[in-house]
């Protein structure tokens, strides 16, 4: 399986990006897949995670502001993020939920600046 992120990049604080992740194999359907992301100097954190039936969860500091969801079609996983702050800026990876240290990709770099 090969996870490919995509769709970050400099926005200002209040502006919005999708963020899609494309993961190969059959197996995505049955998987529960979450985004994670890094910032500067600090460690991975989660973000949120949806499960192959569409439960959703998400941490705190983005609840209210940012939406997962996926396409079991097109094998995608998307992360819809509004409202973003400074604080969220990362670099965005998606992953299996809980994720499986084997399939970290590149990630997409995301900078919420002025």
């Given at each position: 399986?090969?996870?490919?992120?995509?769709?970050?990049?400099?926005?200002?604080?209040?502006?919005?990006?999708?963020?899609s992740c494309v993961a190969s194999g059959s197996i995505f359907s049955i998987k529960a897949?979450?985004?994670?992301?890094?910032?500067?100097?600090k460690q991975r954190e989660f973000v949120a995670g949806i499960t192959s039936g569409g439960s959703r969860n998400y941490a705190n500091s983005v609840k209210g502001r940012f939406t997962?969801?996926?396409?079991?079609a097109k094998n995608t996983v998307y992360l819809?993020?509004?409202?973003?702050?400074?604080?969220?800026?990362?670099?965005?990876?998606?992953?299996?939920?809980?994720?499986?240290?084997?399939?970290?990709?590149?990630?997409?770099?995301v900078t919420v600046s002025s």
């Amino acid at each position: 399986v090969q996870l490919v992120e995509s769709g970050g990049g400099l926005v200002q604080p209040g502006g919005s990006l999708r963020l899609s992740c494309v993961a190969s194999g059959s197996i995505f359907s049955i998987k529960a897949m979450g985004w994670y992301r890094q910032a500067p100097g600090k460690q991975r954190e989660f973000v949120a995670g949806i499960t192959s039936g569409g439960s959703r969860n998400y941490a705190n500091s983005v609840k209210g502001r940012f939406t997962i969801s996926r396409d079991n079609a097109k094998n995608t996983v998307y992360l819809q993020m509004n409202s973003l702050k400074p604080e969220d800026t990362a670099v965005y990876y998606c992953n299996f939920w809980p994720y499986d240290s084997t399939y970290w990709g590149q990630g997409t770099q995301v900078t919420v600046s002025s």
